[in-house]
C-alpha cells in the first residue's frame, strides 16, 4: 500500500495522551486507533463534534511523527487518518498499523529545519552573506530561509533583488547543495540584516550538512 501525506499532521491533545478510537466489530479483540490529520480544520471540527477543548496538536516532521509513534501507550496500535467524527464506526481515510508505519513507510530525516524551505535565486547564482570561517579566513553562506516570511524580511531589509526559490524536501535540498558553486562552504540559516550588517544566528558548514543532517533513517528493520 502507498501512502501520500504532508506535514504537519495534527492530533487531538487530551489530559493523559492523545485522542484514539476503538473499532469493537470483533468484540474479543478491540482496536484502538491513535487519530490523525491531514488538515487543521479537518482536527478543529472533529474536537467540537467530540466536544473537546483546547487546540490540535502540529507534528510538523517525521522526527516528530515517529517519536510520538514510537512512545505510544498500549492498547493504542493502529492509525486512523481522517477519520469522519460524526460516524458510529470507525470510518477513516486510511488507516494502519503502528508496526507497518514504521517499519515500512515513515522515513525520518535529520535535516536542522522544516520544508518546505526558500533561498534567493538572482541572475549570477543565490543570495550569500559572507562571515569569518573557524580557520579564520573569509566564508560564503547561501543564504536559507525557514519560511517565506524571513525571506521576504530580508529581501525588504537588504533591498536585495532576486527571485523565491522554493526547496520542498530533502532529496531536492541536498541535490541543490550538493551542486552550489565552490565557493559556497555554509549554509547561513535565517539570516538578518540589521543597520546594514548581515548576520545568521545558526550556520552550518555545508560539509557536515551533507553528510550528517540531510539523510535519512530508513524504515526501521
Not at 562571515?131 to 531589509?157: I, M
Request: hydrophobic share 40%; charged share 25%.
Amino acid at each position: 500500500m502507498e501512502l501520500i501525506w504532508k506535514y504537519p499532521l495534527y492530533i487531538i491533545p487530551l489530559t493523559t495522551g492523545y485522542a484514539s478510537v476503538v473499532d469493537s466489530q470483533d468484540p474479543g479483540k478491540p482496536v484502538h486507533s491513535l487519530v490523525v490529520f491531514t488538515e487543521l480544520e479537518k482536527a478543529e471540527r472533529a474536537m467540537a463534534q467530540w466536544e473537546i477543548s483546547g487546540s490540535p496538536r502540529a507534528l510538523s516532521n517525521a522526527r516528530e511523527f515517529a517519536w510520538l509513534l514510537r512512545n505510544l501507550q498500549a492498547p493504542v496500535s493502529q492509525i486512523a487518518v481522517d477519520l469522519e467524527p460524526t460516524d458510529d464506526e470507525v470510518n477513516a481515510r486510511w488507516s494502519i498499523s503502528v508496526e507497518e508505519m514504521l517499519q515500512e513507510h515513515l522515513v525520518v530525516d535529520y535535516s536542522p529545519w522544516n520544508y518546505p524551505v526558500y533561498v534567493l535565486a538572482k541572475k549570477d547564482g543565490f543570495a550569500c552573506i559572507e562571515g569569518v570561517g573557524p580557520d579564520g579566513g573569509q566564508l560564503t553562506a547561501l543564504a536559507l530561509f525557514a519560511s517565506e516570511e524571513k525571506l521576504a524580511q530580508y529581501v525588504d531589509d537588504t533591498r536585495e533583488g532576486g527571485k523565491r526559490f522554493e526547496l520542498s524536501d530533502l532529496a531536492q535540498t541536498r541535490k541543490f547543495l550538493s551542486r552550489l558553486n565552490a565557493r559556497v562552504t555554509a549554509v547561513a540559516l535565517n539570516p538578518l540584516s540589521v543597520d546594514g550588517k548581515r548576520s545568521a544566528k545558526h550556520c552550518f558548514s555545508l560539509e557536515t550538512l551533507l553528510s550528517k543532517y540531510l539523510v535519512n533513517e530508513a524504515p526501521e528493520a
